[in-house]
């Protein structure tokens, strides 16, 4: 395996969007995610694989085995963030590249095939739901419903698929699915571990909820009078916190939005939109946690005198993955010689969908800091090739 190679295709794949910050601009279906796709499609034709595009334009590169069979999958996405950095998702994808080079390197002949896949709109920055063309892929999500999705300006999924010319016509049935991912958190490099053996990926629930009380004069309505919808939803965000901490076990519950109306200084806040974000990895726990969740949004309610509103916008399940593919993950790393524990995603990724259809597993390598979805986001290159050749291991075991 090349791991200079390997690093070469990161940071010219890190060209493609890049602004004069220095960050990533990769918005799924935008002009530089078709020049990125282009960039990809030219060096899996220089390996002579097999391009397929299904219906919401995710890719398939195959390598061909001596059996017409289902191929084994590696795969991730090249969509970004705004101001990205050159690796979340891109080192799934230059990575599973690196692993066919070395296998046309080596003419190794596999049995079954082997394939690259090339998710689209994995990170919903631009359309929601975010891992698109995963829960496309999977049938988690109807193909009409995600051509519809609209972008800020209006312009939908379809329209855009069309124009980048990524609206395909084909399919593929993987046989298992591998992604090699950075850790997007500071466990690894915390620790000094070279590789995280992902087991599963905690659930996520999100929510868009309001409080309705009565605005009016902050000089002349007293305290007990007052039906204040902003200290609802800020007494809430206290709550969730505690209720997070109540839970243990990893549990996380974020308000990440409030707007208060009319949002003046010297007006009682009327109304208050806010959002609720609650992850947990066990399944009970994640259930528990969303039924209290949604008791203190009333509660808080009630208190304070409010009407409120509450709609679930995510409920993704908490994912185990398939146990002899993360014992197979594992193995390989630990015959390589390299360092790693097992761990939970914190953060979502396709193989969460893929896990609904074949046996599935998940390679973490340190991100630098633990940052991730900024331009500030390193992984070294050592710890690239570190999980490039993991995958490689199981690739060459799952495919002989
Ligand atoms: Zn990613």
Not at 109 to 118: I, L, R, S
Not at 164 to 192: K, M, N, W
């Amino acid at each position: 395996m090349d791991g200079a190679r390997l690093e070469k295709a990161l940071r010219e794949m890190g060209e493609v969007g890049v602004t004069p910050s220095g960050g990533v601009n990769r918005l799924a279906l935008s002009d530089a995610d078709r020049e990125a796709r282009g960039l990809l499609v030219s060096w899996f034709r220089e390996l002579n694989l097999e391009i397929k595009v299904d219906p919401i334009g995710n890719i398939f590169a195959i390598r061909w085995g001596h059996e017409d069979s289902e191929p084994v999958v590696m795969g991730s996405h090249i969509d970004t963030v705004r101001d990205a950095g050159i690796y979340d998702g891109a080192l799934g994808v230059l990575g599973a590249l690196e692993v066919l080079r070395t296998l046309d390197d080596a003419d190794v002949e596999t049995v079954k095939p082997v394939a690259v896949a090339v998710f689209t709109n994995e990170e919903g920055a631009r359309f929601q739901p975010d891992m698109m063309g995963s829960m496309v892929f999977t049938g988690k999500l109807g193909v009409e419903e995600a051509y519809a999705s609209r972008d800020d300006d209006g312009v939908t999924v379809g329209q855009e698929l069309v124009r980048i010319g990524y609206r395909g016509e084909d399919s593929l049935t993987p046989s298992r699915y591998l992604e090699l991912h950075v850790e997007q958190g500071p466990v690894l490099h915390s620790t000094g571990q070279k590789i995280g053996v992902v087991e599963g990926v905690q659930g996520i629930a999100w929510w868009h909820g309001c409080y309705e009380g009565q605005a009016n004069h902050a000089g002349t309505t007293p305290i007990e009078l007052r039906r204040d919808a902003l200290l609802g939803a800020s007494e809430l965000n206290v709550r969730l916190r505690a209720l997070a901490e109540e839970l243990g076990r990893g549990s996380v519950a974020t308000m990440g939005r409030l707007r208060p109306v009319p949002d003046v200084i010297n007006v009682v806040p009327g109304e208050a939109e806010f959002t609720v974000d609650f992850r947990q990895y066990d399944m009970e726990l994640f259930t528990e946690g969303k039924r209290r969740v949604e008791s203190l949004v009333r509660e808080a309610a009630d208190r304070h005198g409010l009407s409120w509103s509450l709609r679930q916008s995510a409920d993704a399940q908490p994912v185990r993955f398939d146990g002899a593919m993360v014992d197979l993950v594992e193995s390989k790393a630990m015959s390589l010689g390299l360092s790693c524990t097992r761990m939970p995603s914190g953060a979502g990724h396709d193989a969460q969908f893929m896990s609904y259809v074949c046996p599935t597993a998940m390679v973490f390598v340190p991100s630098i800091g633990g940052r991730s979805h900024c331009r500030e986001e390193r992984t070294d290159p050592r710890d690239c090739e570190n999980g490039a050749r993991v995958l490689l291991g199981c690739v060459l075991d799952l495919s002989a």
